[in-house]
């Protein structure tokens, strides 16, 4: 026997093995060097492997499950190393995804955000995302790869940005090389009450929950179908199942179902408005309209018993926040807006109503072009603009138009002066011209006989061509 050591190893190297994957079991010598070796393997299971170092296996099955070993011998020489220690090798069932979106009921507009698990999260996984897409020819689905995941993604979250409508959606994930599948993810949706499509469910009597008894569901497209997906069932199903169809309206029988959301499928392959529909077997049921409402809507919801009357304090939730105790049995929300938006239920004398989903439909209200109060402001600026352009006009300076200045002499006694208006062909600023009048001080002391010495000065400008020559004076 040679010191060399064998071991098994497995390409690629992941903790577990899942039916339909390609493996490459490989008989490694340690410390073997360059020389030439020959191989034998022994396992456990169906396998019966040929005496090179790698065994391949494609599309691996249950099975292969079982231990392996192999050892080297030289060509060259008849000693050979041990057989190596047991590798096992389990083969599992092909793995499922688990798809799980938020929020379940949409506001419309909203992100959706989609989470994809899968067993064994790190083991070189990358996650594709899909949209159904309904097929009414056979009763199933379509899967639409959502933009960015041809390739998978590292994530394992997907956010939709900007949804409206119902959808639903699907995840799978792939490894390897081929790249090696999951099977697909139960779908999952996103409900809306909002009508954005061809197809559209209503109710009768439009209310989101009934006591056992038949309800009816219809349909405004030709080629449509009622879908139904309750917290019981794994998978979807139609109206054949749990009522009967009629032109386009599905009765339900009551009796049979549960809580459950129902909605259309056209033959375009759109989906309706959502509707969540609850069977009471219990005393009480909240009386919430199963179609949207409108914004500035008056909205009355109730609690209903069965037989009796109330005769204590009803409590009415939203969103499990308490917000009205009183004897009145009705919440009445006169002007309903966006933030009414959501889950209602109901309590009195120790029993509770199921919640439903209230949804808020925007109203598309014209744009005005201007207000009252717009208007006002406008006209009160332009009779404001008018009166100070009349005032402009009213003081702008004249061609001819001359200003008078006095300059005094330090003397109080002084004398005005006229002085005299010069007109020109191309005044240097403008048509106004400037008068000065001097008044010069009196002084008697130097004055014979008290005479008075008046020095008239008149300044002559004249404009010689150039631009700020202005220079000539007379005396």
Known sequence: TVPNKAVVTLQPNWSEIYRGETITLRCEIKDGGDTEWEYEWRTTSSEKPSNQNELSIRSVSASHSGVYRCKGRKKSEKSSTDWSDPFKLTVSDKPQSVLTVSPSWLSAGASVTLNCSVKDQSAGWRIYWYKTVPDPS??????????????????????????????????????????????????KFVWSADFHSSASL?????????????????????????????????????????????????????????????????????????????????????LSPARPVTEGDSVSLSCKLRRQTFDFIVFFYH???????????????????????????????????????????????????????????????????????????????????????????????????????????????????????????????HVAGGSQDVTYSSIELKHFGKKGEYSKYRK
């Not at 390739?151 to 409508?165: A, N, R």
């Not at 209602?344 to 109060?373: D, I, N, T």
């Open 138 to 187: 056979d009763n199933s689905y379509s899967y639409e790869l959502l933009p960015g995941s041809s390739s998978g993604t590292e994530q394992d979250s997907y956010i939709v940005h900007g949804q409206t409508h119902t959808a639903g959606y699907v995840c799978r994930a792939g490894r390897g090389d081929p790249v090696y599948y999951t099977d697909y993810s139960q779908p």
């Open 202 to 286: 209503t109710v009768s009597p439009d209310r989101a929950q009934h006591f056992t008894s038949d309800s009816v569901c219809e349909g405004n497209s030709t080629e449509w179908r009622v879908k139904r997906l309750s917290p019981e069932d794994r998978y979807l199903s139609d109206c054949t199942a749990w009522g009967t169809m009629t032109g386009s309206t599905c009765k339900l029988n009551t009796n049979w179902l549960s809580d459950a959301v129902y909605w259309c499928e056209s033959g375009s392959g759109e989906f309706s408005n959502a509707v969540n529909i609850t069977i009471q077997n219990k005393n009480m049921i909240l």
């Open 319 to 445: 969103n499990e926040k308490l917000i009205q105790s009183d004897t009145r049995w009705e919440l009445n929300i006169s002007a309903v807006s966006k933030s009414d938006e959501g889950f209602y239920k109901c309590q009195h004398s120790g029993q509770e109503s199921a919640q439903s989903w209230m949804s808020v439909q925007a109203v598309s209200r014209p744009e005005r072009s201007s207000s009252p109060v717009l208007l006002i402001v406008g006209l009160i600026c332009g009779i404001v603009l008018i009166i100070l352009l009349l005032l402009l006009y009213r003081y702008r300076p004249s061609k001819d138009t001359c200003f008078k200045r006095p300059i005094q002499s330090e003397s109080s006694n002084t004398d005005q002066n006229e002085a005299q208006c010069n007109e020109y062909s191309s005044p240097p600023h403008g048509d106004v011209c400037l008068y000065e009048s001097i008044k010069h001080s009196e002084d008697t002391e």
